[in-house]
């Protein structure tokens, strides 16, 4: 199983940027798919999540209104697209894949190496 999370970079604050992640050797559309990151010096933090089927995401607060999650199964990917940036949100992004839709991390039996997200202010 591989899930590579891809498409960070630097962006100024109030921009946007979308992150993919694609999967490959699971039955993707029998997955939840999360977003979580982790800044320098912080612990990792939930994102959002996206169901098996794409009907239903949860999001933390702090990116609710801002970030999207939505998927293509066809295409085992997932993306995460973020605008609003803000200077807290530069973090190491990281997809996993588990079976259900939840928060935590230990909820996710597949990670992805991550992306690098930096906003300047």
């Known amino acids: 199983v591989q899930l590579q999370a891809s498409g960070g970079g630097l962006v100024q604050a109030g921009g946007s940027l979308r992150l993919s992640c694609a999967a490959s050797?699971?039955?993707?559309?029998?997955?939840?798919v999360g977003w979580f990151r982790q800044a320098p010096g912080k612990e990792r933090e939930f994102v959002g999540s996206?169901?098996?089927?794409?009907?239903?995401?949860i999001y933390t607060d702090s990116v609710k209104g801002r970030f999207n999650i939505s998927r293509e199964n066809a295409r085992n990917t997932v993306y995460l697209q973020m605008s609003g940036l803000k200077p807290e949100d530069t973090a190491v992004y990281h997809c996993?894949?588990?079976?259900?839709?939840?928060?935590?991390?230990?909820?996710?039996?597949?990670w992805g190496q991550g992306t690098l997200v930096t906003v300047s202010s």
């Open positions: 050797g699971l039955a993707f559309s029998n997955y939840a």
């Open positions: 996206n169901g098996r089927d794409g009907a239903n995401t």
């Open positions: 996993a894949a588990g079976p259900f839709l939840a928060p935590m991390p230990d909820r996710y039996d597949y």
